[in-house]
């Protein structure tokens, strides 16, 4: 992604962000609500194009959404709840040149992944919230694509719920070994999972700040100095966001 400038209208959105990824990387896009991470996101998968500047995959310019980006998105609407969990998996292959056998064979080698295997025959309304994304999961992985796109997947999800996704998600990530662009706004989220993060200042207008790389092991110990030592860092870069954003607003932080 090179100066990438993103407007809806006379609204500026995102304003001359520059970022590259590396395959197999795990990124996360953190900032304030209102920064422009999904719309970066959108950006990525091909949703929406830029207004000005570049963005390419496997080195060919973005134009639109593509198979090899694949989204997983907050909500688990996504789903087909007339289908049971094995078909939702198979519905992206059918568009591929694989037979009924094989179709399912492989739903159920990526049900195996998440955890869903028992659950082969239940409909999307019989799961719960966190059995929900980890279908949306399998199903976006069953497409293989090279990059997987994560808008707050894990946002509407109580804590403990919450807690256990983000370690299936760096399993999941670690034994696929796909790219994984994750948006958050959660600051132990990003140090749980990410090779880097990746600030973003308040908008209107957002740019990315700053760049934080955890060159740590996975799982990790939220115990670790070093992870402490990063966790300080980016609550400072979204402390100053968010207090600019406060004084715009004519508001005085106690």
């Keep these: 992604m090179a100066d990438v400038t993103i407007r809806f209208g006379d609204f500026v959105a995102v304003e001359g962000a520059d970022l590259s990824i590396e395959p197999g990387e795990l990124v996360c896009l953190l900032g304030p609500s209102g920064c422009g991470k999904s719309t970066l996101l959108s950006a990525f998968a091909g949703f929406i194009a830029p207004y000005r500047g570049e963005i390419r995959a496997d080195g060919e310019p973005v ?4 198979v090899s980006r694949g989204v997983v998105f907050q909500s688990s609407d996504a789903l087909f709840p007339w289908l ?4 939702n998996v198979t519905f992206g292959s059918r568009l591929h040149a694989m037979g009924r056998a094989a179709r399912r064979d492989e739903a159920l080698e990526f049900l195996r992944l998440v955890g869903l295997e028992t659950a082969a025959a239940k409909y999307p309304p ?9 279908l949306q999961i399998a199903r976006v992985l069953a497409n293989r694509p090279r990059i997987v796109l994560m808008d707050e997947p894990f946002g509407a999800l109580d804590a403990q719920t919450r807690e256990v996704m983000q370690g299936e998600l760096d399993r999941i990530w670690r034994e696929t070994g796909c790219t994984i662009v994750f948006v958050t706004h959660d600051l132990n989220e990003a140090l749980l999972l990410a090779d880097r993060v990746v600030t973003m200042t308040a ?4 740019h990315i700040k700053n760049i ?3 060159d740590l092991d996975h799982p990790r110990d939220v115990d670790d100095p070093e992870l402490r030592r ?10 100053e966001e968010v207090l600019r954003t406060m004084s715009s607003e004519g508001v005085t932080a106690a």
């Design 63 to 66: 134009r639109g959404p593509h």
């Design 84 to 87: 049971r969990a094995i078909d």
């Design 126 to 134: 019989e799961l719960s919230g966190g059995m929900r994304q980890r």
């Design 203 to 206: 908008g209107p207008a957002a």
């Design 212 to 214: 934080h790389r955890i």
């Design 230 to 239: 990063i966790h300080v860092a980016l609550r400072d870069d979204i402390s």
